[in-house]
């Protein structure tokens, strides 16, 4: 008589719950001990969310797992487990809803800068040797009735026991699920499920409404103008306001910036903490509480700006407009064959060339020019500025940020932002040779910020309500060409320090065309800060 196999599909459950809780979730333990020792909360209190997390584990694998192709979602999740607790290990990410739609819009380019040996052993140690191992197993044959009974009774059982427990702890557990939502993020793959689930419900299964939004039917350019309107609007990435010394920060990383008359807003809100969120809230009329990417399918200020007559050209050497540019010229400038300046990296500054050309094209009515730059895109800091630009000392000059020191990361993320500073100081110089025939201005706005380390956050996308400011703060700019009469600089200077957000991107665009609209709202409007009154 053979022997039955010890191993059910529901013990199995109960396995996976335990390995992944005990092997995927350090950064989470991290987490959760250093604020344990500061809050000073009941050791054992804490120690229990470790059980409770296999119990909740157990209940919703379960679930996943009650048919005959168990093993493969084992497996996946596994897969998804070893690659979540890498990223929440070496770079303090989470892995939420925004920055799943952020990877699945990842070029492989931004892919291979995040690779490395590391990633590969966790790979090996928790999705391919378990898998095999599993795979291999001998496990009880059992009818489906029978297998969805058990684990019916397992999942149950497990929701049961965690429920037991929170009621044995109300006071510390309800707290700890209100307050600590940063530990919770971490939780892996419970994070990852959660988010996965979430695109299912928002993004996926609501129908995205069939017809685009229109907004702003009415808007027009005036009639009479004196000069027409050249401007150009920089699309900055992962700029931090805070390294900028327009701002007052002590290393000199605007060293041509600050020669130019220009205003450094410095306390502005970004609207997400991703590119995928950022760069379409910024150009909608939504504000970030409004503002969700699935959602997204209305027209933004270029739309509105095109129709009203506008000529507007997109360049992108970034990854793509993220839809923004969808219903107006585009350039990629990603490969040599646009962009002249590759080495092999192509830099922004690349992105004026043959603008003379688009100017002379379009004799007629304002010009919108839109860049958009891989600014200081990371973990390979060092690969965003030719050489010359590393002038703050030994950098860190690998994608495995925590093998550099602070102060390494730190120079080369420093040498990315004086890289924007001499490619904004350019396109200044390029819009200045335009100056008496037409009226030119320059908009720079960063998508979000970055985290170099602080707390052992590094990256960006960390969900906002628990972002830290250096994600959330970003860089904006303005400069005013010699023909805006009514510009008064210093009236801008002396409001450069109030609070603005994301929000005012899309009243300054249409502002700075002077378009004549009821979706147009002056008291967002930048420029309108320093229009003198008459
Ligand atoms: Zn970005």
């Not at 092997?23 to 991290?30: I, L």
């Not at 939004?213 to 808007?219: C, P, T, V, Y």
């Not at 990629?332 to 060339?353: H, Y």
Request: with cysteine.
């Amino acid at each position: 008589m053979t022997k039955t196999p010890f191993w059910t599909s529901a013990r199995l459950v109960i396995l996976f719950s335990i390995f992944v809780t005990a092997v995927g979730n350090t950064a989470m333990y991290e987490k959760l001990f250093a604020w344990q020792s500061e809050s000073g909360s009941e050791f054992f209190y804490v120690v229990t969310l470790i059980p409770f997390q296999v119990l909740l584990l157990t209940w919703i694998v379960s679930f996943l797992t009650f048919h005959g192709a168990y093993k493969y979602v084992l497996s996946l999740l596994l897969l998804v487990t070893a690659v979540s607790s890498y990223f929440s290990d070496a770079y303090g990410v989470v892995i939420d809803r925004g920055m799943l739609i952020n990877t699945m819009q990842t070029n492989t380019a931004e892919a291979r800068d995040l690779m490395s040996w590391q990633l590969l052993l966790y790979v090996v140690g928790i999705f391919i040797l378990p898998t095999i191992w599993l795979f291999r197993l001998e496990v009880r044959g059992q009818t489906f009735w029978k297998r969805v009974g058990s684990h019916f009774t397992t999942g149950v059982s497990a929701l049961v026991i965690a429920i037991l427990v929170v009621l044995s702890m109300s006071s510390f557990y309800a707290s700890f699920f209100r307050e600590q939502k940063a530990i919770r993020a971490y939780s892996s793959p419970m994070a990852t499920l959660y988010a996965g689930y979430q695109i299912l419900r928002k993004d996926i299964f609501t129908p995205a409404p069939k017809e685009l939004k229109r907004i702003g039917l009415d808007a027009k350019v005036p009639e009479v103008q004196d000069h027409r309107e050249l401007v150009i609007m920089v699309v900055g990435e992962t700029a931090r306001a805070d390294h900028f010394s327009l701002n007052g920060y002590a290393r000199k990383t605007n060293p041509l910036l600050e020669k130019q008359a220009v205003v450094s807003f410095t306390d502005v809100d970004s609207c997400g903490t991703s590119t995928a969120h950022s760069v379409p809230c910024m150009f909608s009329i939504k504000t970030r509480q409004q503002f969700s990417i699935s959602e997204a399918k209305q027209e933004n200020a270029l739309d509105v700006l095109n129709r009203a007559g506008v000529n507007v050209i997109w360049r992108d050497n970034n990854s793509s407009s993220k839809g923004v540019a969808d219903r107006v010229e585009y350039q990629d400038f990603r490969s040599s064959k646009a962009n002249p300046i590759c080495d092999p990296e192509c830099r922004d500054v690349g992105m004026l060339s043959g603008l003379d050309k688009y100017i002379a094209d379009h004799p007629t009515g304002d010009i919108l020019i839109v860049l958009h730059q891989m600014g200081s895109h990371g973990p390979t800091y060092y690969q965003r500025y030719p050489k010359e630009f590393a002038i703050f000392g030994e950098g860190c000059e690998t994608n495995q940020l925590d093998q550099c020191s602070s102060e390494q990361i730190t120079s080369s993320y420093d040498s990315t932002i004086l890289y924007t500073d001499y490619f904004l100081n350019e396109t200044i110089e390029f819009l200045k040779q335009y100056d008496q025939t037409f009226e030119t201005s320059m908009l720079y706005v960063s998508d979000h910020g970055e985290s170099l380390g602080e707390n052992g956050l590094y990256l960006h996308a960390m969900p906002y309500a628990i972002a830290p400011r250096s994600q959330t703060n970003v860089p904006v700019i303005l400069w005013m060409g010699a023909q805006h009469a009514d510009y008064d600089l210093q009236r801008v200077l002396r409001a450069k320090d109030n609070n603005f957000s994301h929000n005012n991107v899309f009243h300054t665009l249409l502002g700075l065309f002077e378009i004549e609209s009821e979706v147009y709202q002056p008291r967002l409007d930048l420029i309108n800060l320093g229009i003198k009154k008459h």
